[in-house]
């Protein structure tokens, strides 16, 4: 057993379809400038950044120890 | 500076995939030992990086990034992706092991707590080209907060990573 599909609504969005603008937003994609991913510079700029990043990292998670230090002190 | 064109996206042979997924996996492995050499230098010597779970996290991030551009029609996918699916996939899966923390000072209990989100929150912020001590220290812990405990969508750590990098670049 079938039920009919309305040949008016596939003709509205075979129509729908064909028309490129309202096609672009479904393949919308955003603007991309880089150059492909090179492990051997990726891994030589990890190092480089490195002392800054991990520095960083640090300070927070020091942030949360001192927090929790705050709190227990004033229980 | 980088972008992954035709990762796993079809035009690859089996061969050719597999040796993307390997030298990503070298590359985030000896990215490990240069942080590695920071935890030991701060007093956290037992950190490891196990392997298997390594490639089953670089692997899936490429099958994650084939399936968006699959569904997108992209045609390659920016240093913002890289870094915002790396730190999904690093921190679900979670490839770097930790020793026993119950008898070191707090800071370093934290750090070994967070180890994953860690790496990955500094690997993604240096992929991203962030200037990194310019990003306010309140929004790192909650960045650290949210790697550790949240559930991560690999294209919300994207935008988060652009964001930041366009509030704090990073001089080329």
Known sequence: MTSTLNPALIEEFATLLSNEGIRDVSHWTLPNDDVPFDEEGALAEFRAQLDGAFAVTTAAIDTIVSNKTVVASEK | MFDERDDLAGPLSEAEERARIARRCAYLYQAFEAYNSKLVATGLSSATMNKVLLLNAV????????????????????????????????????????????????????????????????????????????????????????????????????????????AYPRAA
């Open chain 2, 59 to 166: 692997e899936s991030y490429f099958l994650d990034i084939q399936r968006l551009k699959a569904f997108h029609g992209m045609e390659r996918a920016d240093r913002f992706k890289i870094a915002g699916y790396f730190l999904k996939w690093l921190c679900k899966i979670r490839p770097i092991q930790v020793g026993p923390l119950g008898n070191l000072p707090p800071n370093l209990q934290k750090r070994g707590i967070v180890v994953n989100a860690d790496f990955a929150l500094i690997h993604a912020l240096i992929v991203a080209k962030i200037n990194q001590p310019n990003v306010e220290p309140r929004l790192v812990m909650s960045l650290l907060y949210s790697a550790h405990y949240r559930e991560l969508d690999g294209g919300v750590m994207a935008v988060t990573m652009e964001s930041l990098a366009r």
